[in-house]
């Protein structure tokens, strides 16, 4: 089999060390793994697949040779390097928001849109984490009935924050249990025993950022150009994977039976859906794991082409490193 050079920029965060982790995990060909970062990161020593990897300072030339770069950095550092890898004849896979709108840039969910990978032109973006686990849970249902608009709300793990985020809820619970103060620094407010109902910065009509991606992304992804999302995102004081609320109308009435055999049988599905036996998707059963879990299927009572669910999944693997990893793929098989 083929080998090749890969290289993560932003390799010392909490998405870098996950894509590590999954291409271990996913066996993929990897001839040499370059481990890039800030010059404060770079000379670190990191253990993979049973060698020894220094962190090098990312650098335009650091891209050359490449083959596949995974981006596990913000914005302004994919931008940054974005021409110098292009140029370098290397794929950036890109975890930042920086394209993912651009019209020359595929955004690409390999469950459901694995054929927009051949359009790239350099640049593969890799969507938010919500959007993905929102858009594989729902795209069984997309094939059987046009999707025409979409009421969503999210409920997002503090490690979505990152590792600060992680912290923080840990802090907070430890100085509220012994009575002390705590000033929360990376949430607005204390997360702790509360849920923040913003993420992201005001964008559109009291909608914030990150409401409007879901809208923005899906439509892109799901070749829906005219699919309306009304979003609500809240940070919950879970500490891994999002849970997702999704009510959908379609062109045609679906079944709830119909439903949960479309769903049943999705790559990238879990049907979790039995009420009686309190048989549901729920944050602790979907952590760790690359599988969207789907449950709650039921008839909406607003509208008869209407249909509710409820998913959840883990947006660091799934939502981020895995699906990476998995646009990779696809690369290499074309």
């Given at each position: 089999?083929?080998?090749?050079?890969?290289?993560?920029?932003?390799?010392?965060?909490?998405?870098?060390?996950?894509?590590?982790?999954?291409?271990?995990?996913?066996?993929?060909?990897?001839?040499?793994?370059?481990?890039?970062?800030?010059?404060?990161?770079?000379?670190?020593?990191?253990?993979?697949?049973?060698?020894?990897?220094?962190?090098?300072?990312?650098?335009?030339?650091?891209?050359?040779?490449?083959?596949?770069?995974?981006?596990?950095?913000?914005?302004?550092?994919?931008?940054?390097?974005?021409?110098?890898?292009?140029?370098?004849?290397?794929?950036?896979?890109?975890?930042?928001?920086?394209?993912?709108?651009?019209?020359?840039?595929?955004?690409?969910?390999?469950?459901?849109?694995?054929?927009?990978?051949?359009?790239?032109?350099?640049?593969?973006?890799?969507?938010?984490?919500?959007?993905?686990?929102?858009?594989?849970?729902?795209?069984?249902?997309?094939?059987?009935?046009?999707?025409?608009?979409?009421?969503?709300?999210?409920?997002?793990?503090?490690?979505?924050?990152?590792?600060?985020?992680?912290?923080?809820?840990?802090?907070?619970?430890?100085?509220?249990?012994?009575?002390?103060?705590?000033?929360?620094?990376?949430?607005?407010?204390?997360?702790?025993?509360?849920?923040?109902?913003?993420?992201?910065?005001?964008?559109?009509?009291?909608?914030?950022?990150?409401?409007?991606?879901?809208?923005?992304?899906?439509?892109?992804?799901?070749?829906?150009?005219?699919?309306?999302?009304?979003?609500?995102?809240?940070?919950?004081?879970?500490?891994?994977?999002?849970?997702?609320?999704?009510?959908?109308?379609?062109?045609?009435?679906?079944?709830?039976?119909?439903?949960?055999?479309?769903?049943?049988?999705?790559?990238?599905?879990?049907?979790?859906?039995?009420?009686?036996?309190?048989?549901?998707?729920?944050?602790?059963?979907?952590?760790?794991?690359?599988?969207?879990?789907?449950?709650?299927?039921?008839?909406d009572l607003t509208n008869e082409n209407g249909l509710c669910l409820w998913c959840c999944g883990d947006q660091v693997r799934k939502g981020a490193a895995t699906n990476a990893v998995q646009i990779a793929e696809l690369l290499i098989e074309e």
């Open positions: 089999m083929k080998q090749y050079q890969v290289a993560i920029l932003g390799a010392s965060g909490a998405v870098g060390q996950e894509m590590m982790k999954i291409l271990a995990e996913r066996q993929f060909p990897v001839s040499e793994l370059h481990l890039l970062a800030s010059a404060r990161s770079a000379g670190k020593t990191v253990e993979w697949r049973g060698r020894s990897i220094v962190v090098e300072e990312a650098r335009d030339e650091a891209f050359a040779g490449m083959d596949i770069v995974l981006g596990a950095a913000e914005n302004d550092i994919a931008e940054r390097f974005a021409p110098a890898i292009v140029k370098s004849g290397a794929v950036f896979v890109d975890n930042s928001s920086a394209f993912r709108l651009d019209p020359d840039v595929p955004l690409v969910v390999p469950e459901v849109n694995p054929e927009d990978v051949k359009r790239h032109r350099g640049i593969i973006s890799n969507p938010n984490c919500s959007t993905i686990i929102t858009v594989t849970a729902i795209n069984a249902l997309r094939r059987l009935s046009p999707i025409r608009s979409m009421i969503v709300s999210t409920y997002q793990a503090v490690s979505g924050a990152g590792v600060a985020g992680l912290k923080e809820l840990e802090d907070e619970v430890d100085a509220v249990r012994a009575g002390r103060s705590y000033a929360p620094k990376t949430f607005a407010y204390q997360i702790a025993y509360n849920v923040i109902p913003q993420i992201g910065g005001e964008q559109c009509d009291g909608y914030t950022s990150e409401e409007m991606k879901l809208q923005n992304e899906g439509r892109k992804i799901l070749h829906l150009p005219e699919l309306n999302v009304s979003c609500t995102c809240v940070r919950v004081p879970v500490m891994r994977s999002h849970s997702i609320s999704a009510q959908m109308v379609f062109d045609r009435a679906i079944s709830v039976e119909e439903a949960r055999r479309a769903i049943a049988a999705a790559p990238g599905c879990r049907l979790v859906d039995d009420l009686d036996a309190l048989q549901y998707p729920m944050p602790l059963d979907t952590q760790n794991q690359d599988l969207v879990y789907v449950g709650r299927i039921r008839p």
